[in-house]
């Protein structure tokens, strides 16, 4: 019986479900690159901060 459940709850879901208009998407399309950025930096700095020590010693 869960199957069949789970089976509504997509179902329920997808008539819900809309396409985003073109601003709704260039916004989250902005958001999402943002934050792949920043946490990019995040990653850049920390191989840096563990870089450096090598480089002076």
Do not use: H, Q, S
Not at 48 to 56: G, S
Request: proline share 4%.
């Amino acid at each position: 019986m869960k199957i069949r459940e789970g089976l509504r709850n997509c179902i329920r879901v997808l008539k819900v479900a809309r396409k985003p208009d073109r601003e709704e998407f260039f916004e989250a399309a902005k958001i999402t690159g943002l934050g792949i950025i920043v946490i990019g930096m995040i990653g850049f700095i920390i191989f840096l901060l563990f870089r450096i020590p090598t480089m002076v010693g």
